[in-house]
């Protein structure tokens, strides 16, 4: 073997052990102190979720994302929150309409994208949900999401080494109970903040958008931006887009929480952050693509049961003015989010 | 060498006494402050709830038994003459029927006072039922939770009855809610005045033994009478309704159980 053969091996080898090392999911990244310190994005306004009792530590935070992947969680231990919750569709399930949970059922409604939650007023399409911290209840015992009593989970856990060392590095001691494994996971699914799309860093002066889409930015806002409110996309509002009721599921919406007439048929209006990666579109996923989420607009045949004003206003778009608004909808991609390793299987080897 | 000593001696007894003393003086004011024990007995019309095997009647006549019986009460306050109100601090419990443990609370470092009632909530209030993940009583673990639509079930009963309708022939009544216009929180007031045979303060000026020693109230004994939830201001028809598992039918289940509390009796120290 000649010297030179020996360096370029030797030099390859070495590159790749560095970027064995440093792709984005790789398992021996470790979180730190400043993986945890919470930024509030200019422009944002202040949240609702502020960590106050749930302080964020590297070891809380890593703690969180373990029980964020791994399958101990559901009944028969096959299903993750990460099985429907795809780090790579901005936390959403590319590709299924319905959720799909244990034993292969199928859920009731569309899983949406998890992004910048410590601003949530509520939770989930009906808004059942009051508090970040709480959440995780409700997929873990859904008869068809995973399944679990909450004191089962308990018990499994407790019995494995490695979350006693888990809770010890994050609580000091190894008492394992519901309240600190649930502030773990929401330090996780709190911290997941989408603030650095094309669209932010327009905003910020820090990036240019294209004429074509800076027109759909503008028909956005005199189309959308009611109910989609920058810079969350969401006014947290609950609202009719004008679908009509799907008759076999037979979702109720919001009114299943409040049990009143005018909630009827209103779903929590959608953050449209990431939006081109989280297709399927809807509460149900009954749209595959944006351009037929726009169709949908802007053909205006809504089904009129509790539909508000602003809806009405997102009729009569043009052909142009539909490809221009979802060429403003991809600005909204934010890579940096998408591929942020502090939220990567912790799990893959 | 000895003297020395004397004085080290000396000076360690001085500071033991004053530590004492100081000691002493926060915890003894005899009469000051007590403990009161607010201890409940669940029955159905008087007679003791045994799960499976009891069989009670309705007013309408329909027999049921039951199995399950949970509910929580929580912000416990007495109030004396004067208005004046002693709140319990961190008051979160929940009675469950399998443990005996539960129906007895402990009311700690009660001021003297001239009390004339007692008054807590059935339920959960509304800022506890919006405060994320919780321990103790208000742990989910205890399955008084509703994950789907967030907040605590104040009050679980579930039972038997042959006209139930329901597989099985259960019957579940989970109410919770803390949102109008299902709000299930319901405030329950209680004259301490009702026990008429003996003076009823906790520590009563004109309540004094002929032997010039004063009565002080070392529990409060309180009776729920579970049938109430059935048989109130809404007759309960369990062949009708025998599932109510969230706010459709709940606010009349839960003004039926705002009445289920009495005052059975008092008990004393001398």
């Not at chain 1, 030797?10 to 990244?29: A, G, H, K, R, W």
């Not at chain 2, 729920?224 to 039918?249: E, H, P, Q, Y």
Request: net charge neutral.
């Amino acid at each position: 073997m000649t010297i030179k053969k020996v360096v370029t091996i030797s030099t390859l080898l070495c590159f790749v052990f560095l970027l064995s090392n440093f792709t984005e999911d790789n398992p021996y990244f470790k979180i730190g102190e400043r993986d945890v310190t919470f930024q509030l994005p200019k422009g944002f306004p202040v949240p609702n979720y502020t960590f106050k009792n749930n302080k964020p530590t590297p070891a809380g935070f890593t703690l969180g994302r373990m029980l964020f992947y791994d399958p101990i969680l559901s009944k028969d231990s096959t299903t993750s929150c990460a099985s429907c919750h795809q780090r790579i569709a901005a936390f959403a399930h590319i590709d299924h309409p319905l959720s799909h949970g244990i034993n292969g059922l199928i859920g009731k409604r569309n899983v949406p994208a998890l992004q910048n939650l410590a601003w949530g007023q509520s939770f989930m399409w009906d808004g059942g949900v009051n508090n970040l911290e709480v959440q995780p209840l409700s997929p873990m015992t859904n008869p068809i999401e995973m399944n679990s009593d909450l004191g089962e989970v308990l018990k499994k856990l407790k019995h494995s080494d490695y979350y006693r060392t888990a809770f010890k590095e994050a609580y000091g001691d190894t008492l394992i109970s519901s309240e600190r494994m649930l502030k773990a996971i929401t330090q996780f699914t709190g911290m997941m903040v989408s603030s650095n799309s094309r669209y932010d860093k327009f905003m910020r002066h820090e990036d240019t958008l294209s004429q074509f889409e800076f027109n759909g930015l503008i028909v956005f806002r005199e189309k959308c931006a009611k109910c989609h409110r920058e810079p969350l996309f969401t006014d947290e509002s609950f609202k009719s887009s004008g679908l009509m009721p799907d008759t076999l599921l037979n979702d109720p919406g919001r009114e299943l929480i409040t049990g009143r007439y005018k909630d009827e048929n209103t779903y929590k209006v959608p953050s449209l952050r990431n939006v081109a990666m989280t297709y399927p579109y809807m509460h149900d996923g009954r749209f595959r693509s944006l351009e037929q989420v726009l169709d949908h607009y802007a053909a205006g045949k809504f089904y009129t049961l509790n539909i508000s004003p602003e809806l009405l206003e997102a009729r009569n778009l043009s052909d142009v003015e539909k490809k221009e608004i979802i060429a403003f909808l991809k600005t909204l991609t934010d890579k940096e989010f998408l591929y942020d390793r502090r939220f990567a299987d912790p799990t893959y080897r | 060498m000895r003297q020395k000593l004397n004085i080290v001696q000396k000076t360690i007894m001085i500071f033991c006494i004053a530590t004492a003393s100081v000691v002493a003086m926060s915890f003894s004011p005899v009469g000051e402050r007590r403990n009161i024990k607010l201890h409940i007995w669940n029955n159905v019309g008087g007679k003791e709830i045994i799960y499976d095997n009891a069989t009670y009647k309705n007013s309408t006549g329909q027999d049921y038994t039951i199995t399950n019986l949970k509910y929580y009460i929580s912000n416990i306050t007495l109030t004396d003459t004067s208005g004046k109100v002693f709140t319990n601090k961190d008051s979160y419990y929940l009675i469950r029927q399998d443990d005996p443990a539960t129906m007895d609370i402990e009311l700690a470092d009660i001021p003297m006072g001239n009390y004339k009632s007692i008054s807590f909530l059935i339920g959960v209030d509304s800022l506890h039922n919006c405060s994320g993940a919780q321990s103790g009583a208000l742990d989910p673990v205890n399955a008084m939770f509703w994950t789907w639509n967030t907040g605590y079930i104040f009050f679980k009963l579930e039972g038997k009855s042959p006209v139930s309708t329901s597989p099985g022939g259960i019957f579940e009544y989970h109410i919770g809610g803390y949102k109008a216009p299902a709000n299930c929180i319901r405030k329950v007031t209680l004259d301490l005045n009702g026990d008429t045979d003996q003076p009823n303060m906790v520590n009563v000026p004109t309540g004094k033994l002929p032997d010039g020693k004063q009565l002080k109230i070392s529990s409060i004994n309180l009776s729920a009478d579970i049938a109430k939830i059935m048989d109130g201001k809404t007759v309960i028809d369990i062949a009708k309704l025998s599932s109510v598992t969230d706010f459709r039918n709940a606010p009349a289940i839960a003004d039926n159980y705002q009445h289920m509390f009495s005052l059975s009796n008092l008990n004393y120290d001398y």
